[in-house]
């Protein structure tokens, strides 16, 4: 009597679980590896619809998210990913940056630093929220000389620096939340290359 009513509240409590886990993906929970990636629509930095279901699932995306543009460490994170954007595309990778700047501030990121792949604007910070990467909200500004003059770059949204691969079955196949900026474009080579 007692072993069935153990075993009774111990598959209660792992149905428990399990819901409460779905619950909390649903809610914007971290996703882990092998979990379906998130659909979204968001604007890139031309200003046009970037739609995840015509990315997903059709090639390898790396999906990284980084606090702001024209800061020292996200600065130093995508031109990486420039740098190493033909090695990556060679293995039929696509590189996209999203961070909760605007689409202006965007185009002032990549002309200042000639980025070559797209950037998302997650003004409300949605996108990270999908994805369960943690976000704060408030106004912040950063500075930045481009072209000769001053600019002020604003946003209400600033991400957390986590990065996530995405393999051809649309699936999560890497994530790290604990990025080094300048170390990441080239330890994202490395997994993409291992990728079966």
């Known amino acids: 009597m007692l072993r069935s009513t153990f075993a009774g509240v111990t598959l209660m409590l792992l149905c428990w679980l399990t819901t409460s886990t779905a619950v909390a993906k649903e809610q914007g929970g971290a996703l882990d590896v092998g979990d379906k990636a998130p659909e979204f629509s968001v604007q890139d930095d031309q200003g046009k619809l970037w739609n995840s279901a015509d990315h997903f699932g059709k090639k390898v995306v790396v999906l990284y998210f980084y606090p702001a543009d024209m800061t020292g460490g996200c600065t130093a994170q995508a031109c990486g990913y420039r740098d190493t954007l033909a090695d990556l595309a ?9 961070s909760g ?42 500075k930045a000389i481009i072209d000769g003059s001053e600019r002020v770059l604003k946003r209400d949204v600033t991400a957390k620096r986590w990065t996530f691969v995405i393999d051809r079955d649309g699936k999560i196949a890497y994530r790290d939340d604990k990025v080094q900026a300048k170390q990441d474009p080239a330890k994202i080579l490395d997994v993409v290359k291992n990728l079966e």
């Open 90 to 98: 060679s293995q039929q990778v696509e590189v996209v940056g999203v």
């Open 101 to 142: 700047d605007s689409v202006e501030n965007h185009q002032w990121f990549k002309k200042a630093h000639e980025l070559n792949f797209p950037l998302l604007a997650d003004v409300d910070g949605k996108v990270a929220e999908k994805f369960g990467v943690p976000i704060t909200r408030g106004s912040k500004s950063v």
